[in-house]
């Protein structure tokens, strides 16, 4: 069966450039997270979907970071005028049900290198 | 605020013996803590979890502990093998919300 899926896997860009990271889910998983694991950092969450909306958008570093998702499947975190420290590997998660459920199954991760 | 430590930061170790991780947090008002494993180019793969009513899980050569009063919890790995050189992730999840906060992780080398 497919697990969770992320698209590209690497992504280079320049300094003020947009970028668009993508997540699909595990098919029928209502819940989403996304994460972001800086180098010789622990990961820190971004941003948790129920569905299509975003109850908690608490760990956004700054108004540059947004995320969407539609028909309660994919998932886009998009990234405005990047700058070199948003460089880190951005993984997705997803999971059956809500929060209470306990396990997250995770996707392999982009690394996003900005210039 | 939750904070997690691992130590040690990195481990290298000859193949079959037997290893303990540790990982402490600073607020003991936790909903359970995961132990992960990370591979090069791969997602995290979940390996235990423990409710924070129990004290352990076991999962093959797997072991984990858990006494959140002192705010600790160890994985240990019995009979290592070069399969298990991993980056190994502890993960708190507190009572009052269900983001995860995580350790920076212990990189394991299992020398042949």
């Known amino acids: 069966g497919a697990g969770v899926s992320q698209s590209p896997s690497n992504k280079v860009t320049e300094k003020g450039k947009d970028v668009e990271l993508r997540c699909d889910p595990i098919?029928?998983?209502?819940?989403l997270y996304w994460y972001r694991q800086s180098l010789g950092q622990g990961l820190e969450f971004l941003i948790y979907?129920?569905?299509?909306?975003?109850?908690?958008k608490s760990g956004l570093p700054s108004d540059r970071f947004s995320a969407e998702r539609t028909g309660g499947s994919v998932s886009t975190l998009t990234i405005q005028r990047t700058q070199q420290e948003d460089s880190a590997v951005y993984l997705c998660?997803?999971?059956?049900?809500?929060?209470?459920?306990?396990?997250?199954?995770f996707g392999p991760g982009t690394r996003l290198t900005v210039l | 605020k939750q904070e997690v430590t691992q130590i040690p930061a990195a481990l290298s170790v000859p193949e079959g013996e037997n290893l303990v991780l540790n990982c402490s947090f600073t607020d003991s008002a936790i909903y359970n803590l995961q132990w992960f494993r990370q591979d090069p180019g791969k997602g995290l793969t979940s390996l235990l979890l423990i409710q924070s009513s129990q004290r352990e899980q076991t999962s093959g050569r797997l072991n984990a502990s858990l006494d959140k009063s002192s705010g600790r919890s160890t994985l240990y790995i019995a009979a290592s093998q070069p399969g298990d050189s991993a980056t190994y992730l502890c993960a708190v999840r507190g009572d009052s919300n269900y983001q995860l906060i995580w350790g920076a992780g212990t990189k394991l080398i299992i020398k042949p």
């Open positions: 979907f129920q569905g299509n909306s975003a109850p908690d």
């Open positions: 998660a997803s999971s059956p049900r809500g929060p209470s459920y306990n396990e997250q199954f």
């Open positions: 098919s029928g998983h209502t819940a």
